[in-house]
């Protein structure tokens, strides 16, 4: 496997770690994959701080409702040495209001001190109708 391939699928896998229940829940998992320096612009219009994401994540997985979150479309892109860009597509499903979203996701992760953090997230939901 490339060296490119192995950051793709690392990247893919904290990606994926943050959509699981485990780690939307895990104040520490969070911390630990989010710069101090994190921005989110939000699907809804809002923006959020690491600090912000640490409050409501944790929350959400405190609301009552089981989800899946089901994605495609995944790319890893090279932006400079040690930063990349993540992009791909998330259906989340709420298994107890049968009800879901689907949103294109980016994620602008550099590496420091060692290790890969998202500096910068996007949602941008996606019409019902337009949804592949």
Do not use: C, N
Not at 15 to 32: N, Q, W
């Amino acid at each position: 496997m490339s060296e490119a391939s192995e950051r793709a699928a690392l990247l893919r896998d904290l990606e994926e770690r943050l959509l699981s229940t485990a780690g939307r829940s895990s104040t520490r998992i969070i911390s630990d994959l989010l710069a101090d320096d994190f921005v989110e612009f939000g699907s809804s219009g809002s923006v959020s701080s690491k600090r912000d994401a640490l409050k409501f994540l944790p929350e959400e997985s405190r609301d009552g409702h089981r989800y899946e979150f089901v994605t495609g479309d995944w790319q890893v892109r090279d932006l400079a040495e040690g930063v990349a860009l993540v992009t791909y597509r998330v259906t989340r499903k709420d298994l107890t209001a049968g009800t879901s979203l689907t949103s294109l996701r980016s994620s602008i992760w550099k590496h420091r001190d060692g290790r890969w953090q998202m500096v910068f997230h996007q949602g941008t939901r996606i019409p019902a109708s337009s949804a592949r």
